[in-house]
């Protein structure tokens, strides 16, 4: 259920889905790290153990509050199925649903750590722990192909510092499993990381960059859908008017009339862009049967003008009108 259109949750969602990223790659180097029987100095192995352990569990924690930031915020489209369901979502099906199976493949890694030495033996825990693998590359595409901050440069360093180590540390430990009594030559693996750096690269700033929509635009034409109440007595009455328009600039419209017979005798009108929450407030200038004319002005003095219009319903909702706004 969409509880809010304030930008703070949107900023939650963000950063959380980012912080959580940075956990989860921080979770899979240090698992790498041990897996090679490396040591570090001045850090015992049972500590660099609990700081995975806690690693894991802070990931979770994120992935929560961003899941949890996106069901509440009215702006993003997305429902509880297409926040659970993979390939559901009407935005970017694919990118959003590899964020949903690596957030569920997480849960079965924490359920199956649960597990451990009790139903499940150290050999199948040991290949279901290669999934963290596929939760880390999955985490990563989601990432690059979703969300508005894909193509900034401080996200496109985090997730290319990322990469390199999980790959450059990936491939080092695989050829020193193949090749236990030989020196594993450096080049490899960091020829890998920059391999895996530049193919990150190259899909953030090209097939996958982020293209954003007019911010608060100061024209745009839109779909609009709503409802019309209305609180009729014998000398004066009030109609309202509440609708969404929804497109390439997502606002909340309102308009409140106060009707006496064949008289108007007041009008207010707001005009909400999502996800900013920037009001432009005025009044109704002409009324038409189904739709009507509004002036509004922002803070900053700018004036809006809106024309709106819908097709009548016996019910008092509505679907399938037009919202025009122009400067």
């Known amino acids: 259920m969409?509880?809010?259109?304030?930008?703070?949750?949107?900023?939650?969602?963000?950063?959380?889905?980012?912080v959580a990223y940075v956990l989860l790659?921080?979770?899979?180097?240090?698992?790498?790290?041990?897996?090679?029987r490396r040591t570090l100095k001045r850090w015992p192995r049972f500590a660099v153990e609990d700081i995975h352990r806690f690693a894991g569990l802070l990931t979770g924690a994120f992935i929560v509050l961003h899941v949890a930031a996106i069901a509440i915020d009215s702006y993003l489209p997305f429902s509880l199925t297409s926040l659970l369901v993979p390939l559901v979502s009407s935005y970017r099906p694919l990118w959003v649903a590899l964020g949903i199976v690596a957030a569920e493949l997480?849960?079965?890694?924490?359920?199956?750590?649960?597990?451990?030495?009790?139903?499940?033996?150290?050999?199948?825990?040991?290949?279901?722990?290669?999934?963290?693998?596929a939760v880390w590359a999955a985490a990563t595409?989601?990432?690059?192909?979703?969300?508005?901050?894909?193509?900034?440069?401080?996200?496109?360093?985090?997730?290319?510092?990322?990469?390199a180590l999980v790959i450059g540390l990936t491939v080092w430990r695989v050829l020193r499993v193949r090749q236990p009594a030989l020196t594993v030559p450096k080049?490899?693996?960091?020829?890998?990381?920059?391999?895996?750096?530049?193919v990150t690269a190259a899909l953030a700033l090209g097939p996958l960059a982020f293209k954003p929509k007019p911010w608060n635009a100061a024209t745009f034409t839109d779909s609009l859908s709503g409802q019309v109440l209305r609180d009729t007595a014998v000398t004066r009455g009030i109609v309202s008017l509440a609708g969404n328009g929804t497109g390439s600039q997502r606002v909340l419209v309102r308009?409140?009339?106060l009707i006496a017979p064949r008289k108007l005798l007041s009008t207010v009108f707001q005009l909400e862009y999502l996800p900013s929450g920037l009001l432009c407030l005025g009044h109704i200038t002409q009324v038409h049967s189904y739709g009507f004319e509004a002036a509004c002005q922002l803070p900053s003095g700018e004036s809006r003008f809106v024309h709106a219009e819908w097709t009548p319903s016996q019910q008092s909702s509505f679907e399938g009108g037009t919202l025009s706004v122009h400067s």
């Open 255 to 257: 308009a409140d009339l």
């Open 106 to 133: 997480l849960l079965a890694l924490a359920i199956a750590n649960r597990l451990r030495n009790r139903r499940l033996s150290h050999k199948a825990w040991r290949r279901t722990h290669y999934l963290n693998f």
């Open 141 to 163: 595409l989601h990432g690059l192909g979703s969300g508005t901050d894909r193509s900034r440069p401080w996200l496109l360093a985090i997730e290319g510092v990322a990469t």
């Open 187 to 198: 080049a490899a693996p960091v020829l890998s990381a920059f391999a895996g750096v530049a």
């Open 2 to 18: 969409h509880l809010t259109s304030s930008a703070v949750d949107w900023y939650v969602a963000r950063a959380g889905g980012v």
């Open 25 to 36: 790659s921080a979770a899979v180097v240090i698992g790498l790290t041990m897996s090679g």
